[in-house]
């Protein structure tokens, strides 16, 4: 009988995008909405918002109803002069599911370098089957965490209890929580970490 080579990638895992982004240096205005009327015709409404706000104003650029996906354009940003493009959630999940299907113009993404790749793992709670609750297991990982000096700590938000491991400032930053009936893991990429894989995409 022949054996099959396992294919592993993040769909085997149960691995989900989260997050992706992208930074220009020197995105001019015309190159812009150029790449905002590139992702309009393949279903993605895009805006801008200014990265000096805390709670910045999103302002539309391409928007119809027929499309169900976004793509935000941060401008104006306070630590560097460039511009960042960012998809989130199932927008992020939505753009890398293209990526592997060859259906991304990579011409456009130039001057481009990957800012930031988050993965997500969703674990349902399952009464039946799980010896501790997720309230339980988080602050079991707590305890590992601190024996092995590793840097964790609580924090709580709208989501609840969220234990955070690592800084966030650093390559690499990993967060869990309970959200409805499922324990979330994940894992947030950027820097110099997330620069050797920028090719990988």
Known sequence: MDKQKLKVNFESE??????????????ENSERIKLANYFYEIGFN??????????????????????????????????????????????????????QKKLINWDLFSDAILGRFDLVYSRTNNPKVDKISGYVFLHNCHKKLHLSNQNAYFEKNNRGLML??????????SRIYEEMNTLRFELEMKKTFIKKYHTLL
């Open 14 to 27: 149960n691995l989900e995008v989260d997050y992706v982004s992208f930074k220009f240096q020197d995105l």
């Open 46 to 99: 895009s805006y801008q918002e200014s990265g000096k706000l805390k709670e910045p104003i999103r302002n539309p650029m391409f928007i119809t109803s027929k499309n169900r996906y976004q793509i935000v354009f941060v401008i104006d940003n306070s630590r560097w002069p460039g511009t960042l493009l960012k998809f989130t959630g199932a927008n992020a999940a939505c753009f890398y599911s293209l990526v």
């Open 164 to 173: 955070k491991i690592g800084n966030r400032r650093s390559d690499q930053h």
